[in-house]
Nanobody, 120 residues
């Protein structure tokens, strides 16, 4: 069983930056994929970025890859989402998830999410 807890959300002005940590507890294997998703009010959940726990492979949503960076610190069992040049349209609840299969599509474990609000 894996538990995920996000933090670091808040209110930021457009153009600003935030870093979201996702602390994982339980056994995380190098084959796991850790992902970040977001959901704005009235919208469907949207993929943001993902990485192999080993760090050897990352994926990004095309619209965000130039501004967002996913990374992980295996010693701290934490995955980070660094978000730069934030825009009001980035306002959403950001959640991290774990995919034990390593397929980038089978996320079985989810955190509760953290709210990010970008003001114009």
């Amino acid at each position: 069983q894996v538990q995920l807890v996000e933090s670091g959300g808040g209110l930021v002005q457009a153009g600003g930056s935030l870093r979201l940590p996702c602390a994982a507890s339980g056994r995380i294997f190098s084959t796991y994929v850790m992902g970040w998703f977001r959901q704005a009010p009235g919208e469907e959940r949207e993929f943001v970025a993902a990485t192999k726990w080993s760090g050897r492979s990352t994926r990004y949503a095309v619209s965000m890859k130039d501004r967002f960076t996913i990374s992980r610190d295996s010693a701290k069992n934490t995955v980070y989402l660094q978000m730069n040049s934030l825009k009001p349209e980035d306002t959403a609840v950001y959640s991290c998830a774990a995919d034990p299969c390593g397929s980038y599509s089978s996320y079985d474990y989810w955190g509760q999410g953290t709210q990010v609000t970008v003001s114009s």
